[in-house]
C-alpha cells in the first residue's frame, strides 16, 4: 500500500519530505551542462555537422535526438531569416500551429508530465533563445503544465 501511495503522491505533484522539485532546463546544445540538468534533449531538424553520432552527448549537444519538437524546415527558415518583429511573429505563429499537431501537442504533453518527476533538458544550438525556437518551446511547454526553470 505504501508504494501505491507513493506513486499517487507524485503524480498529483506533492513532493515528499525532502524531495527536489524536478524541471526541464532550456539550454543551448554544445554548452556546458548544468548541475542536476538530466538527460539533454536536441529539439533540432538536424544533427551537429561534422560530429560522429557516438561523441554527440560527449560533446554536450544531446543524448536523445527529438526532432519532432523541432521546427519544420521551411518553418526554421523562415525564423533564421527574420529580421523584424514582424517576421519573428509569422515564424512563432507558424511554428505553433505545427506544435499544434496531435503528435507534436502528444509529445509537448508528455514532457510536461515527465517534468514534474524528472530533471532534464531540451535544446537547440540558435546563440540566442529570444531568437530561437526554444524561446517559443518553453512557452509551449508551460501552457502545457510543465515544470520549466526559468
Not at 540566442?128 to 518553453?138: I, P, T
Request: hydrophobic letters at 35%.
Amino acid at each position: 500500500m505504501g508504494r501505491r501511495s507513493g506513486c499517487l503522491n507524485r503524480r498529483q505533484g506533492i513532493k515528499g519530505k525532502g524531495s527536489e522539485a524536478m524541471s526541464i532546463h532550456i539550454v543551448r546544445l554544445g554548452s556546458e551542462r548544468l548541475p542536476g540538468e538530466g538527460t539533454r534533449i536536441g529539439t533540432v531538424r538536424r544533427p551537429p555537422r561534422g560530429v560522429p553520432k557516438t561523441e554527440f552527448a560527449r560533446q554536450n549537444w544531446y543524448d536523445l535526438w527529438f526532432p519532432m519538437l523541432a521546427p519544420s524546415v521551411e518553418t526554421m527558415k523562415l525564423g533564421q531569416s527574420a529580421e523584424t518583429p514582424a517576421q519573428w511573429t509569422v515564424f512563432m505563429k507558424r511554428y505553433r500551429k505545427e506544435m499544434a499537431a496531435p503528435e507534436a501537442h502528444q509529445a509537448l504533453s508528455l514532457l510536461a508530465v515527465l517534468s514534474k518527476d524528472s530533471n532534464f533538458s531540451v535544446g537547440c544550438y540558435c546563440e540566442d533563445e529570444a531568437h530561437c525556437h526554444r524561446s517559443v518551446l518553453r512557452e509551449l511547454l508551460k501552457e502545457n503544465g510543465a515544470q520549466v526553470v526559468s
